[in-house]
């Protein structure tokens, strides 16, 4: 198993060449704790009621899992193996041929570039991956021995005091030199938790209600923002919802153990 795990070393393809930040973990203790938003501000209705829920302790990675650590998947077979994968991820796999994030294409030198809103560049190897689905996000977990939080333990675990902005990932402008630890932000985290319904929620009246509340099935849970998030939008409790094979949206991962 420890095999499988990402290494120091990156492949030739990495474009260009960086050190990746250190992986470090948050410990979120167990016990009774709270999770929701308390109604004092803005939010959907679907963050609310703010309810009880027990954690056992878990510790969650500080940054976003990146590049560089992606690499090491696709190196190691990570997408021609159905071990790593959910029963529909390997369907997924199949029929859409991925062998890399969304976006990404090899070019015939062998160095991997992605398009953004600011056009084709080369992969950054410290950036965290984006463009990656629940079943990737799942899959690489599995790989790296470790797993994806459940969206009540990353809430506890932002609430102990994680950033809610990242800056490292500029749609815009991304430049090497600003390569640091990654915190959240710079990409909607998939969580292992379904979409549903928290105790006592109710659909709230209107358009917001009818979008919500009606997509409460065959979704998963992302957490956090992303680097086109409004700055004034992200908060510990924002429930972002996508089917498990979306990869279209600024979606990336953070692993827990």
Not at 236 to 247: C, E, K
Request: hydrophobic share 35%.
């Amino acid at each position: 198993m420890s095999s499988n795990r990402p290494t120091s070393s990156e492949p030739p393809t990495t474009t260009p060449r960086r050190v990746r930040p250190p992986l470090r973990w948050t410990h979120v203790s167990g016990g009774v704790t709270h999770v929701g938003d308390d109604g004092a501000g803005f939010a959907f209705d679907n963050e609310r009621p703010r309810h009880r829920v027990w954690l056992e302790d878990v510790e969650i990675g500080t940054r976003q899992v990146t590049n560089a650590e992606w690499f090491d998947f696709i190196a190691d077979g990570g997408y021609t193996r159905p071990d790593l994968w959910l029963s529909d991820g390997w369907a997924s796999v199949q029929d859409a041929g991925w062998r890399a994030p969304g976006y990404w294409r090899e070019d015939d030198d062998g160095r991997w570039t992605t398009f953004t809103l600011s056009g084709r560049r080369p992969v950054v190897a410290a950036e965290p991956v984006c463009h990656v689905s629940f079943f990737e996000a799942d899959a690489f977990a599995r790989w790296a021995g470790q797993r994806l939080p459940t969206e009540q333990e990353w809430e506890a675990g932002a609430a102990s005091g994680l950033e809610v902005r990242g800056g490292l990932l500029d749609p815009q402008r991304c430049h090497p030199s600003r390569a640091s630890e990654v915190t959240l932000g710079d990409v909607w985290e998939w969580t292992a938790s379904a979409y549903v319904p928290y105790p006592g929620f109710e659909t709230a009246p209107g358009a917001v209600g009818e979008y919500n509340g009606k997509f409460m099935n065959d979704q998963h849970v992302l957490r956090g923002a992303s680097a086109i998030t409004p700055p004034q939008h992200p908060r510990t409790t924002y429930r972002n919802f996508f089917p498990a094979a979306s990869r279209w949206a600024f979606s990336g991962l953070r692993l827990a153990r």
